[in-house]
Each structure stands twice: as C-alpha cells, then as structure tokens.
C-alpha cells in the first residue's frame, strides 16, 4: 500500500519561503501524477498545483502561480512543493495525494480521483 509521508510548514513570516516534501518510503511514484491541495479553516480542500508525469506544472489556484512550483526526485521517491513569496491567505493544512494517471501529461484537482493521501502538514503565514 503507497504511503504518502509530508514533511515542512510550520510558521513562516508573510513574503517568505517554505517547502514541503511528499515521500513515499518504499515506493516509486515514476506512475503517479501528485497534486498538492490546501484546506483553510472553515473551507474546503481545493486543488492547488499538480505535477504530471512529464514534470509539468499546473495549476488550480491562481493566486499561486508565478510563487509556487512543484518537482519531483524520483531516486528518492520524494515530491516537493516550493512557496515562495508566502501571504496569509496562503494558510492553510497542505495535503499532497497521489493518482495513478492514464497517460503522461495528465494532473487533476478533483479531491475524488486521487487514491492516496498524505497525513496534511500545516501551513502558517503569519508576522
């Protein structure tokens, strides 16, 4: 069974950086497209960015692009959300999920097509 295990977040002051990681120990995720999603308090979990297969990028939030961007080490198994330019809307639990795609370049944020999630790690951005 994949596992997804995230590590990052925490407090981090409006216009820095942050990065999070998505591994999963013992498992290659070469099949998998992984999208990374939010959760603000009192709203819904809403599809940020994912990255497919082919190592693009895209994204479902606008107000991320230009800040955020997604890679992948596939000899560590390891995804990698990078935030720059933080602002306090940015706040939130941080999920990364995983979905084993048809073809190359495909990527979703419907939260129903992922099969596999990580444990969420929060994101503070606050002074």
């Known amino acids: 069974q994949l596992q997804l295990v995230e590590s990052g977040g925490g407090l981090v002051q409006p216009g820095g950086s942050s990065r999070l990681s998505c591994a999963a120990p013992?498992?290659?995720?070469?099949?998998?497209?992984i999208g990374w999603f939010r959760q603000a308090p009192g709203k819904e979990r809403e599809g940020v960015i994912c990255i497919s297969l082919s190592d693009d990028n895209t994204y479902y939030a606008d107000s991320v692009k230009g800040r955020f961007t997604v890679s992948r080490d596939n000899a560590k198994n390891t995804v990698y959300l990078q935030m720059n330019s933080l602002k306090p809307e940015d706040t939130g639990v941080y999920y990364c999920?995983?979905?084993?795609?048809?073809?190359?370049?495909?990527?979703?944020?419907?939260?129903?097509?992922?099969?596999?999630w990580g444990q969420g790690t929060q994101v503070t951005v606050s002074s």
């Open positions: 013992g498992f290659t995720l070469n099949y998998y497209a």
């Open positions: 999920a995983a979905l084993r795609v048809p073809t190359y370049y495909y990527c979703s944020a419907n939260v129903d097509e992922y099969e596999y």
